[in-house]
């Protein structure tokens, strides 16, 4: 990736357990805290909130190897900088743009094809809403006044994110696209009440939306430069 270009790959993130990407706020008298949803119902996870999960691990990655006193250190920050940019610094920004986390276009499409389905009917096919509470650390017994309702979307739902690289960088593309297999299989956790079990994840890549996964064949390098 030694022009200016644009090269795309997908993510996919496949829930493990009933997650919730919050929305910030809830739907008084439904629910304290709603999944973040399109126009037609279908949840969806933020390329913005997404890039700063893969961010996080990134971080934590360079953490890791600055502490193995890894001689591959410099080549993988590299690599983290080309992706994500340089920490505090505006002029130099990361290449890898990241889209919305979707539902599957063949899925979203059979939605929209089923009539009458209301954007509320959409959003109670995907969902469920779990009530919770918290406990007294002392007493062991429920708060009064703490009872909360949260919307999660189910378990065993793939979303997938459009990952672009663009514009110009002297990295090699098999180092980006290594390093970002190792934040990839690094990011076992995305949204809210994670302390409660929720948002248990695992993440795939591939050259194309739902296509055979290169998780692996990517992550190689990195994992023997590491080595």
Same mark, same amino acid.
């Given at each position: 990736?030694?022009?200016?270009?644009?090269?795309?790959? /997908?993510?996919?993130?496949?829930?493990?357990?009933?997650?919730?990407?919050? $929305?910030?706020? =809830?739907?008084?008298?439904?629910?304290?805290?709603?999944?973040?949803?399109?126009?037609?119902?279908?949840?969806?996870?933020?390329?913005?909130?997404?890039?700063?999960?893969?961010?996080?691990?990134?971080?934590?990655?360079? $953490?890791?190897?600055?502490?193995?006193?890894?001689?591959?250190?410099?080549?993988?920050?590299?690599?983290?900088?080309?992706?994500?940019?340089?920490? =505090?610094?505006?002029?130099?920004?990361?290449?890898?743009?990241?889209?919305?986390? $979707?539902?599957?276009?063949?899925?979203?499409?059979?939605?929209?094809?089923?009539?009458?389905?209301?954007?509320?009917?959409?959003?109670?096919?995907?969902?469920?809403? $779990?009530?919770?509470?918290?406990?007294?650390?002392?007493?062991?017994?429920?708060?009064?006044?703490?009872?909360?309702?949260?919307?999660?979307?189910?378990?065993?739902?793939?979303?997938?994110?459009?990952?672009?690289?663009?514009?110009?960088?002297?990295?090699?593309?098999?180092?980006?696209?290594?390093?970002?297999?190792?934040?990839?299989?690094?990011?076992?956790?995305? =949204?809210?009440?994670?302390?409660?079990?929720?948002?248990?994840?695992?993440?795939?890549?591939?050259?194309?939306?739902?296509?055979?996964?290169?998780?692996?064949? /990517?992550?190689?390098?990195?994992?023997?430069?590491?080595?």
């Amino acid at each position: 990736m030694t022009d200016n270009t644009q090269d795309r790959i /997908w993510l996919s993130m496949h829930l493990l357990s009933e997650t919730c990407f919050s $929305r910030g706020d =809830g739907v008084p008298g439904i629910v304290d805290t709603e999944v973040k949803h399109d126009p037609r119902g279908m949840p969806y996870l933020a390329g913005r909130t997404l890039k700063g999960l893969l961010h996080a691990e990134a971080a934590a990655i360079m $953490r890791s190897l600055s502490q193995m006193n890894a001689s591959a250190g410099p080549r993988w920050q590299n690599a983290a900088v080309a992706l994500f940019g340089k920490p =505090g610094s505006r002029s130099q920004g990361g290449a890898l743009h990241v889209g919305d986390a $979707r539902l599957p276009e063949a899925v979203r499409t059979q939605l929209v094809l089923q009539g009458g389905l209301t954007p509320a009917d959409v959003l109670d096919t995907l969902t469920t809403i $779990r009530r919770q509470t918290k406990i007294d650390p002392e007493t062991g017994a429920p708060q009064e006044n703490t009872l909360r309702a949260v919307r999660v979307i189910l378990r065993d739902i793939a979303f997938y994110a459009p990952l672009t690289f663009l514009g110009h960088t002297d990295i090699a593309r098999e180092d980006l696209l290594a390093f970002l297999a190792a934040c990839g299989k690094a990011l076992r956790h995305a =949204g809210s009440n994670k302390t409660r079990g929720y948002g248990l994840v695992q993440i795939d890549l591939a050259q194309t939306e739902a296509g055979e996964s290169k998780l692996e064949e /990517w992550f190689r390098p990195f994992k023997e430069g590491v080595q």
